[in-house]
Nanobody
Framework: QVQLVESGGGSVQAGGSLRLSCAAS?????????MGWFRQVPGKEREGVAK???????SYADSVKGRFTISQDNAKNTLYLQMDSLKPEDSAMYYC?????????????????????WGQGTQVTVSS
């Protein structure tokens, strides 16, 4: 059973940085996992922030391009999200997600229905 555990959230002022981590366990050897970060604010649907495919290619939501960087350390089974130049509108609960196989083109909005495994989330609060 795949388990994902996020860490690294917290409170920061606008313009600051945070790095989120997601430790994965229970991964099947030789399986190609597609990993992603999502976020959700109360009253709104969870949306994709960044994803990294099994070949290492990355994609970002328009709202975070140029500010966030997704990466992974395969040796440590850990996914990261480096968040720079944070804005108050980045405040949300951030979730790590994983699935076997690729996701659709509209992963930002439909990824919530496609990713199979989810972490419990880590809160990010950005103050102005």
């Amino acid at each position: 059973q795949v388990q994902l555990v996020e860490s690294g959230g917290g409170s920061v002022q606008a313009g600051g940085s945070l790095r989120l981590s997601c430790a994965a366990s229970g991964l099947t050897r030789n399986e190609n996992y597609y990993m992603g970060w999502f976020r959700q604010v109360p009253g709104k649907e969870r949306e994709g922030v960044a994803k990294i495919d099994s070949d290492g290619s990355t994609s970002y939501a328009d709202s975070v391009k140029g500010r966030f960087t997704i990466s992974q350390d395969n040796a440590k089974n850990t996914l990261y999200l480096q968040m720079d130049s944070l804005k108050p509108e980045d405040s949300a609960m951030y979730y790590c997600a994983a699935k076997e196989g690729p996701v659709s083109m509209d992963w930002v909005h439909k990824g919530i229905y496609e990713y199979r495994y989810w972490g419990q989330g880590t809160q990010v609060t950005v103050s102005s």
